[in-house]
C-alpha cells in the first residue's frame, strides 16, 4: 500500500489568509486547530513560477515557494512536509517558519533510514506547531495525517 503526502500544514487562520491569496489553494481540516493545504499541480503552477531547482533538499518545494512560507509565517509558524511510502518503505521531509524564517529543518529521513529519537521530520514539525502526541502515537496520527493516503483526496 502507498503513501503520499505534499503539504502546507499550519493553523487554521493562517490557512484560510493563504487560501485568500491563492485561488489555486484549497485547504482541509486536521485536528488540534490545524489545517492542511495540499500541495497539487495546480497551486504549483499558480505559486511557484518556471525554475526549476528545488530548495532545502525538497522534491515538491518549487523555487521561491519557501519565500512564500516564510511570508505566511509572520500570521503563525508554517510547515513544508513531505512524505512518499510504498510497502513501508521510503522517505519523509519537513521544515517550519515562524516569524519570518526558518525555525525547524530542513528534517529528512531516507529510504532505509531509522526516525531519531525526537520522531519523525513530520511529527517534529508538527510538534513545532503546537500538535500534542496521544495516547502512545505521535503528532502524526494525533492530527489525523493518516486519512487519506494521496494529497490531493483531502480536497476532492
Known sequence: MSYELRAVIAGEDVLRNVVRELPAARSAPLGQGLSLL??????????????????????????????????????????????????????????????GALVLGPLAVGEGERFPVGGSPISQALRRLGAVARDGGDEFSAVGLGRHRRSGRWIS
Open 38 to 99: 495540499p500541495v497539487t499541480d495546480a497551486l504549483l503552477a499558480a505559486a511557484g513560477g518556471g525554475d526549476t531547482t528545488r530548495p532545502l533538499g525538497f522534491w515538491w518545494l518549487p523555487a521561491g515557494f519557501d519565500a512564500r512560507l516564510a511570508a505566511w509565517s509572520a500570521a503563525g509558524p508554517v510547515a513544508f512536509v513531505e512524505a512518499e511510502y510504498f510497502g513501508g518503505v521510503g522517505e519523509q521531509r519537513a521544515a517550519v517558519w515562524a516569524g
